[in-house]
């Protein structure tokens, strides 16, 4: 059956620093990979897609990158700031695969 | 505001109850979804609709049934309330069903079954 996995274990870095979570997939091709900010209380929040062709995505201080045949996306925080602090999701989606989430890896960002 | 607004936002109640929830998007999108959360942080799909017509329904007990009167509600009627049932359910749309866009959820509904 599909499977995905984040790191459960939070993440704790220092300010400034770059936040780097893992997310890994098995059993199945999923097109697209989706990663979401949720924060205490509230619903998750979009913050970037990467297509399969696609090795890597940017957006301001945010990396995405998905490498198929290790059915891996890393997704990046540079400069990061206590305001970044907060559980994100991944969720690999697209063709027949309707869009599953991971658990989620909580970020501190320690100022 | 554009947005994907869901009603109530809390929601306590006693087994055996039969309660609704709420879902309204301003978006123009077509495709709506219910996803539940449990308190492992799981966010699991129940139902997705796509332009009023089901098109996902993934094993949920038949107690909880949705209905689309328009492409831009989607409401979740929820029977005989167990204490099971006691998560948070978020309301989500997306452009279409191709699953190649980013969803946007509502803020939550937190069903709590005594």
């Known amino acids: 059956s599909q499977k995905i996995e984040q790191n459960s274990e939070a993440l704790n870095i220092q300010e400034g620093k770059t936040a780097t979570l893992t997310c890994n997939y098995t059993n199945y091709s999923p097109a697209y990979l989706q990663w979401y900010r949720q924060d205490p209380g509230r619903g998750p929040v979009f913050l970037l897609l990467?297509?399969?062709?696609?090795k890597e995505k940017r957006k301001e201080r945010l990396k995405v990158t998905f490498d198929t045949t290790l059915k891996q996306s890393l997704f990046h925080i540079t400069a990061s700031q206590p305001a970044d602090s907060a559980t994100y999701l991944c969720a690999p989606s697209g063709g027949s695969y309707i869009p599953t989430f991971g658990r989620g890896t909580s970020l501190i960002v320690h100022p | 505001d554009t947005a994907v607004s869901q009603t109530p936002k809390y929601l306590v109640t006693q087994m055996g109850n039969d309660k609704s929830i709420k879902c309204e998007q301003n978006?123009?999108?077509?495709?709506m979804y219910w996803y539940k959360q449990d308190s492992k942080k799981f966010l699991k799909i129940m139902f997705s609709y796509n332009n009023k017509e089901l098109i996902i329904n993934e094993t949920v007990p038949n107690r909880f049934s949705p209905k689309s009167p328009d492409k831009a509600h989607l409401n979740l009627h929820i029977n005989s309330l167990e204490l099971g049932d006691s998560a948070v359910y978020f309301c989500?749309?997306?452009?279409?069903?191709?699953w190649g866009d980013g969803y946007t959820f509502g803020s939550g509904t937190r069903l709590t079954v005594v």
């Open positions: 989500a749309s997306s452009q279409d069903s191709s």
């Open positions: 978006l123009g999108h077509d495709t």
């Open positions: 990467i297509r399969e062709n696609e």
